[in-house]
């Protein structure tokens, strides 16, 4: 007897396989020129340099601080031809300051927020994404730190200085100490300096 329900098989198509890119004499001179752009800009983050360029002091600060994963944001800022340098230097300062607050005085752990600003890093350098509003970004990702009042909340590093305390080493435990000091101690002699500045200006003026 003739069974009417078999089933037939179907024969599915294999799929479909993307043709290979093809790599121009074009495509590799580009990837060779970027890359020695890269290295260039590289190193000028690391050694920017003894001069009083603001855009240098701030890398210098940077570079004291510990830049986290923060470096190929700082670097795709460098290599976009679409950030400013008055741009770049706002996002610098704003690395800084999201650093210094988020993870030497609020103790974030190291990988706090790295997956987003290392999208941010390829999004600046291909063009989707501005130096501004990843500043924007930064200052969000920091109002969690601040009362209502705009001062900034003081228990988590109270209490992260009392457990140092107990511990016998208090403020010398820090990992923020030394870099705290010395940037005061540089805003102390600056403002000698311009202090200093303004006393030959007016002795200048009184000849």
């Known amino acids: 007897m003739k069974n009417n329900n078999v089933e037939t098989e179907t024969e599915s198509e294999p799929p479909k396989s993307r043709p290979p890119h093809r790599l121009t004499p074009q495509i590799i001179d580009d990837y060779a020129v970027s890359l020695q752009e890269s290295a260039l800009q590289w190193y000028r983050i690391h050694f920017p340099g003894d001069t009083q360029d603001e855009e240098h002091l701030w890398l210098d600060k940077l570079n004291r601080l510990g830049s986290a994963y923060f470096r190929p944001l700082i670097l795709a800022a460098f290599m976009s031809r679409a950030c400013s340098r008055e741009s770049r230097l706002e996002l610098l300062k704003a690395i800084e300051r999201f650093i210094f607050l988020g993870f030497r005085i609020f103790r974030q752990q190291a990988n706090y927020r790295e997956s987003a600003y290392y999208r941010e890093a390829s999004n600046l350098y291909r063009g989707s994404a501005t130096a501004n509003q990843i500043v924007t970004q930064l200052q969000n990702d920091l109002a969690w ?63």
């Open 145 to 207: 730190t601040m009362n209502d009042d705009g001062c900034l909340k003081q228990s988590i590093f109270s209490e992260f200085i009392g457990r140092k305390y107990r511990d016998g080493g208090g403020f010398y435990y820090w990992n923020g100490l030394r870099y705290f000091l010395y940037e005061y101690e540089e805003e102390l002699n600056q403002k000698q300096r311009a202090a200093k500045d303004q006393m030959g200006e007016l002795h200048q003026e009184s000849i």
